[in-house]
């Protein structure tokens, strides 16, 4: 898994603090992706009128826009009430796909591919997907519950078929730098290496999972548990830290 280190302050977060940007180009540095004028009234439209609309006309309406929106979509598409989009463009959902009321897709970035999902996704009420300029791929027919949060400042790949339970957080933002006693924590920088989760794995609520850590193929961890190292192939965990219970090849 490759490391790399990040300066204190993002280009984004210095575009956005600085006087001289006018507060709507910081409004499409945030949510669009770019600054041309199309991009932005295509944006607006669907926000104002598409995301807020319930029932039935909801989703066919929002199904329709989305696939002009978006960087691909496959067909039979639900999207739910309240879902906000960010960086449209660097959005590509597979077939099937299902994303419930008031999650969000934040592809946000200057040099990433943003978001993948692949076909059969399922992603859950108030769950977030949260780019800082890296990327996430989940694979086909993988199910991501209610209030997850998956965040990727580098890669953050699932595979096919996983399992995830509510409340799950995948912290792929990095680790903060702390050395300096002198330099204020935000300012130091971070180390960012990605996690990645391997097919037909299973994750219990509310686990959590650290960044540089990867879960091997149809391993299961228990609910509640913190991921700081890496899960070996059919191996189940469970704790804080996450430790061995057995092997799941073992009788």
Known sequence: MKEYQTEGTTRLQGALTDDSTSAVSKYQDINVGNRRFISLLAFELYTVFFTPLPGAIGYLLRKFYLKRLLGSCGSALIVGRGVTIRHPAKIHLGNNVAVDDYAVLDAKGESNRGITLGNNVMVGRSTVLS????????????????????QSASNVVVGEKVLFGAFCYLIGGGDHKSESTEVPIMDQGQ???GINISNNSWLGASVQVLDGTNIGRDAIVGSGSVVTRDVADYTVVAGIPAKKLKDRRES
């Open 131 to 150: 780019c800082k300029d890296g990327d996430i791929a989940i694979g086909d027919n993988s199910n991501i519950a209610q209030s997850c949060f998956i």
């Open 191 to 193: 180390t960012v290496k």
